[in-house]
């Protein structure tokens, strides 16, 4: 049985032979120091993953797996890097649409699991990407309504999308939680627009709660981007489509909202893609550390039920 193809870009060679020791018993392993032989080996191989490093001397790790976006689809593309830099972080997941960014150094076992679960999801959906992607005639044709929903605590933010937009899609308000949970109960949305706090309160578990539930809702953070950190849990554990700025670039919000529901109507055609989106399994409601709201909308919108229904 052949095995799945990865490849690894480092401009350390050290620590590409460490990470073709690690990966060669499972895997058919190429490495390389350079994007343009990377570049020419995707050309040539259908390869599931690609792991590229952010600081190499030509071209950044963002515009290589830009690149391998463009080149080859559906090969699921990780960032490893040993700096959690706030513009790299951002353009990764802008630009290169990645699977999971994760820093140096490395736990083996974590990054052999993500690379396992990449590799699956990228055999998974082979034949889909390679029939239908984002320019697909049929894919441009909206399935639904394209409802909306902005979350934010200020109701400028809210307006000025509404004014802009309102005339290609119906925008939805909720200030808090509670009136987000009830807006998601009884409306069926594409898209989501969210800053990272409301009224105070971090909304990084919801977003995750909200992708465990519904795959191919597209999220789009609305932030001042000021944490890495939380910016990278947001790609690790809610998937985020897209990073905006605040304030809001309007030109940007726009093409951003029009690939965020292709993306979404793409999925709901092919529900296999969904798994594109794999996001770790959210904290129980019960057992993790969360502010009472939080756990008041997670179970407003049936997490219990939910894993009731879908255990792992």
């Keep these: 049985m052949e095995k799945p193809k990865i490849a690894f870009i480092d401009d350390e060679s050290r620590i590409l032979r460490s990470l073709k020791m690690h990966f060669r018993q499972s895997y058919d392993v190429f490495t390389t120091t350079d994007a343009n032989e990377l570049m020419d080996y995707l ?6 993953v690609v792991v590229s490093d952010q600081r190499m001397p030509n071209k950044s790790g963002t515009e290589v797996l830009r690149d391998v976006r463009e080149a080859s689809p559906n090969t699921i593309r990780i960032l490893l890097t040993g700096y959690a830099d706030l513009n790299a972080v951002i353009d990764s997941v802008n630009e290169g649409e990645i699977y999971r960014y994760i820093t140096k150094p490395w736990q083996n ?10 590799t699956e999801i990228a055999q998974q959906t082979q034949a889909v990407s390679h029939t239908l992607t984002e320019d697909t005639p049929a894919a441009t044709q909206p399935l639904a309504k394209r409802n909306v929903l902005v979350l934010d605590d200020d109701e400028k933010i809210f307006e000025e999308i509404k004014d802009n937009f309102g005339s290609n899609y119906s925008v939805y308000w909720a200030s808090t939680l509670e009136e987000a949970s009830d807006l998601l109960s009884r409306k069926d949305f594409g898209v989501a627009i969210a800053d990272v706090s409301l009224n105070g309160d971090d909304i990084a578990p919801a977003v995750y709660a909200l992708k465990n539930i519904q795959p191919d809702l597209m999220v789009l953070i609305l932030t001042e981007f000021r944490d890495a950190h939380l910016v990278i849990d947001l790609i690790n554990k809610g998937q985020i489509y897209r990073c905006l700025p605040r304030p809001t670039n309007l030109s940007i919000m726009g093409i951003s909202l029009e690939r965020a529901f292709t993306q979404h109507e793409l999925m709901r055609q092919q529900p296999v893609l969904a798994a594109r989106h794999h996001v770790e399994e959210a904290p129980d409601v019960e057992g993790f550390d969360l502010s009472k709201k939080i756990k008041q909308f997670f179970k407003r919108l049936g997490w219990g039920r939910q894993k009731q229904q879908n255990p792992t």
């Design 43 to 48: 050309s040539h191989n259908e390869v599931q």
């Design 109 to 118: 076992d974590e990054l052999k699991k993500v690379v396992e679960k990449a």
